[in-house]
């Protein structure tokens, strides 16, 4: 697991030490104020840690950030010319790793990493907000042999959702989440060369990802990863905007589908906008070790951040903040003759 993670002048934030939960970690904030910047730093420096990666930490944040250089991650400030970040977590043998990076706007990135590197791989996965399983045939060979200006997490999905399915008898929870999700969609996932169809339980036979809906996309994308233990004990999941695209009903199967996650023993980060996720996570937050993680952009542009083990406990939570003031105005507006 991820244990802690300390920036200095990275990107948008000048100043940032949060300790990070074994369980679902919940990042609130409006827009731009750092949430998925420091899930795709995290990320990054997952990936850096398997040895058989033969990219640079420098070459991992370029291909995750998309900059003009490594320079333009430093947080922009006339006379401000470095940033650093470090990373601390602990593998399965219980030591303390750590990985710190210091990289300036001249002379590029310097590190020291604390046996940083693993001969065990560190399954990392991060699901962007946009959908790329039907999107995925001839992607991956168009990634790798041109240039294409797409950040390296959507290849990244791509590949691991292609994996085959593991072999042996699958735990209880693996079940118990894969049979979730199939109920939900009406059927299993099939995989074709590099394109994915929704098998259906009908016998009605299989339907394309290009004609299913995005949000059962995204729970397809889940079936795989779960399926081929991409998504299993040891693993860490990063997701952007998981409600994006999903029913309002189905906010609650989703939740429990990541507190089965946690059980089973999987890190999660997820950052959100969606009050109705927050409220369906606030209900079972005692279920599994759950921090939200709060971002605010102060008067004087700075990031401020805070971290709570309730939700209740975040007096400045701008999505009940914007739930509030709409309430107020359809209040209003009922009352008005």
Request: glycine share 8%; proline share 4%.
């Amino acid at each position: 697991m991820i244990e802690q993670v300390d920036l200095l002048d990275f990107t948008a934030f000048g100043e940032l030490h949060a300790e990070l939960a074994p369980g679902l970690n919940v990042f609130i904030g409006e827009n731009s104020t750092g949430k998925t910047h420091l899930m795709k730093l995290l990320y990054s420096a997952l990936i850096y840690a398997n040895d058989v990666e033969t990219r640079s930490i420098e070459q991992l944040l370029v291909e995750y950030f998309l900059p003009d250089s490594i320079g333009r991650l430093v947080k922009r400030s006339v006379g401000r010319g470095s940033g650093s970040f470090s990373i601390t977590r602990r593998d399965g043998d219980e030591v303390s790793r750590s990985l710190k990076v210091r990289l300036t706007t001249q002379q590029g990135v310097t590190e020291e990493a604390e046996d940083w590197r693993t001969s065990t791989p560190l399954p990392a996965v991060y699901i962007p907000v946009k959908d790329m399983l039907a999107n995925a045939p001839g992607f991956l060979s168009l990634y790798r042999d041109h240039t294409i200006h797409f950040e390296g997490i959507y290849p990244d999905i791509i590949s691991k959702a292609l994996y085959p399915a593991t072999r042996g008898r699958r735990g209880a929870l693996q079940r118990e989440l894969l049979d979730f999700i199939e109920q939900e969609i009406g059927g299993t996932i099939a995989i074709e060369g590099e394109e994915f169809y929704l098998r259906s339980r009908d016998g009605s036979g299989n339907l394309e990802f290009t004609l299913l809906s995005e949000g059962y996309r995204k729970l397809g994308l889940l079936f795989c990863l779960i399926q081929n233990e991409r998504l299993a004990e040891g693993s860490i999941l990063f997701w952007d905007e998981p409600e994006a695209n999903l029913n309002p009903k189905i906010m609650g199967l989703l939740v429990e589908m990541l507190y089965k996650l946690v059980e089973m023993g999987v890190q999660i980060f997820i950052s959100t906008h969606n009050s109705m996720l927050t409220s369906q996570i606030r209900l079972r937050e005692d279920e599994g070790d759950t921090r939200y993680h709060l971002f605010q952009r102060r008067a004087d542009g700075e990031i401020h951040y805070s971290a709570h083990d309730h939700l209740t406990d975040m007096e400045a939570n701008p999505i009940r903040q914007a739930y509030d003031d709409l309430l107020l105005r359809q209040i209003e507006s009922e009352l008005q003759p």
